[in-house]
């Protein structure tokens, strides 16, 4: 990966910030996830806006329909550079 870059700006996001990324990211309307995942138009809008908590298998079926690893949504920001030893 030698194309790969740093970004040269970091930005802090929530849950719901990063799903509502990915989503854009993917060109889905809140319905057309729904329609993916099975979860409610309400819910994912819940979720989008930090009032309903995406939960470890909610994580997993919006993860598979925005093409992305679980980890991205539950943890927007995460870096392996930061991770110290227990």
Request: contains cysteine.
């Amino acid at each position: 990966m030698k194309d790969y870059r740093k970004a040269k700006k970091t930005v802090e996001v929530s849950v719901g910030e990063s799903v509502r990324i990915m989503r854009d990211l993917q060109e889905l309307s809140q319905s057309q996830l729904a329609g993916l995942t099975g979860i409610p138009q309400s819910t994912i809008s819940g979720i989008e806006n930090d009032r309903i908590k995406i939960g470890i298998e909610r994580a997993k079926t919006l993860a598979l329909a925005l093409k992305c690893h679980p980890a991205v949504l539950v943890f927007p920001g995460w870096e392996i550079e930061n991770l110290k030893a227990a």
